[in-house]
């Protein structure tokens, strides 16, 4: 979940537990050829694995992190119940269509330049 300051994300946060903003990072990443540099510097987490958000978060600190806020709706698709919900979303609605009977959820891409 992205922080905001001025405009800017200045942190994504892995799963707060108090959250900073009312957006999500969604997961759709643009990066340059230093991500594979950055990615040799990281350490796994408790959980073993190397953190997307970790790559994020340095280049937030490089200055270089970018984001877009896209309009339409946004839901999650990493359980069967969520997968379900979306796919009845497209389709009676269809794919990131906004309307007032979407419950719509704020979303952010973030892209490097």
């Known amino acids: ?3 905001f300051k001025n405009g800017r994300i200045v942190e994504v946060i892995e799963k707060p537990a108090d959250p900073p903003s009312n957006y999500a990072v969604i997961g759709i990443y643009m990066y340059d050829a230093d991500v594979f540099d950055i990615t040799r510097t990281l350490k796994p987490s408790d959980r073993g694995e190397l953190e997307i958000t970790d790559v994020n978060n340095e280049y937030i ?20 119940e969520s997968l379900y919900r979306a796919s009845r979303l497209v389709r009676e609605i269809g794919a990131n269509m906004t309307g007032d009977d979407v419950n719509a959820n704020h979303a952010v891409a973030a892209a490097e330049d």
Not at 62 to 74: A, D, F, K, P, V
Request: no cysteine.
């Open 1 to 3: 979940m992205p922080r």
């Open 61 to 80: 600190r490089r200055g270089n992190l970018t984001h877009s806020i896209l309009e339409g709706w946004w839901t999650d698709a990493g359980t069967f």
